[in-house]
Nanobody, 125 residues
Framework: QLHLVESGGGLVQPGESLRLSCGVSGLTWNNYAITWFRQAPGKEREGLLCISSIGGRTLYSESVKGRFRVSRDEAKNTVYLQMNSLKPEDTAVYYC??????????????????WGQGTQVTVSS
């Protein structure tokens, strides 16, 4: 049974940083890709960054380019989303999702059938 749990969200001021964590259990790293998504009120779920089964990274949202980074620590069964230079428009619920994809990525939500519960990130002064 694949299980994902996000943590690390909170309230920060513009320009500050946060690191989100996605604790993962029940998967084999070399068979799955993990993508970070976010969903703001009234908007569609948006794919941000993916890390593939072999550790490759793919950016799906130009709005986070150069500010957000995805990484993973297999020993800790955790995927991270480092978010720097946060802006009010980054306010959203952030989700990690796992999909069985060997050596490729996706930023398309219907491709994923395993999701965490989400963690709220609010950027406000």
């Amino acid at each position: 049974q694949l299980h994902l749990v996000e943590s690390g969200g909170g309230l920060v001021q513009p320009g500050e940083s946060l690191r989100l964590s996605c604790g993962v259990s029940g998967l084999t790293w070399n068979n799955y890709a993990i993508t970070w998504f976010r969903q703001a009120p009234g908007k569609e779920r948006e794919g941000l960054l993916c890390i593939s089964s072999i550790g490759g990274r793919t950016l799906y949202s130009e709005s986070v380019k150069g500010r957000f980074r995805v990484s993973r620590d297999e020993a800790k069964n955790t995927v991270y989303l480092q978010m720097n230079s946060l802006k009010p428009e980054d306010t959203a619920v952030y989700y990690c999702a796992a999909g069985r994809m060997e050596n490729y990525c996706s930023g398309y939500a219907p491709d994923f059938d395993s999701w965490g519960q989400g963690t709220q990130v609010t950027v406000s002064s």
